[in-house]
């Protein structure tokens, strides 16, 4: 059973940085999985933000290209989420989880882990 762990998330400024990291225990994360990151904006559905394909494939949400960049380190089974130029409509809980299929939506991906809160002040 493969458990997430996210972390990074905090309080920002428009324009600023932060780097989230999911941890995955129980299983390897770096080749079996699509790997992918998402946000649940408040009040709002979770939404896809980005995932890393079993090739190593990067996608992006259109809101979050160029400002966002997903990467993994394999030695230490980590996924991270670079996001620069933070706008406020980057606020929200942002989860990662697993898939053993393709594809952006949420509901293909499981393994959620407790997400981690990240809020943009304008």
């Known amino acids: 059973q493969v458990q997430m762990v996210e972390s990074g998330g905090g309080l920002v400024q428009t324009g600023g940085s932060l780097r989230l990291s999911c941890t995955a225990s129980?299983?390897?994360?770096?080749?079996?999985?699509?790997i992918g990151w998402f946000r649940q904006p408040p009040g709002k559905r979770r939404e896809f933000v980005a995932r890393?394909?079993?090739?190593?494939?990067?996608y992006y949400a259109d809101s979050v290209l160029d400002r966002f960049t997903i990467s993994r380190d394999n030695t230490k089974n980590i996924l991270y989420l670079q996001m620069n130029k933070l706008k406020p409509e980057d606020t929200g809980v942002y989860y990662c989880?697993?898939?053993?299929?393709?594809?952006?939506?949420?509901?293909?991906?499981?393994?959620w882990g407790q997400g981690t809160q990240v809020t943009v002040s304008s």
């Open positions: 129980g299983d390897t994360i770096t080749k079996a999985y699509n």
């Open positions: 890393m394909s079993r090739q190593s494939i990067a």
């Open positions: 989880g697993l898939s053993s299929g393709s594809g952006n939506s949420p509901s293909g991906f499981g393994s």
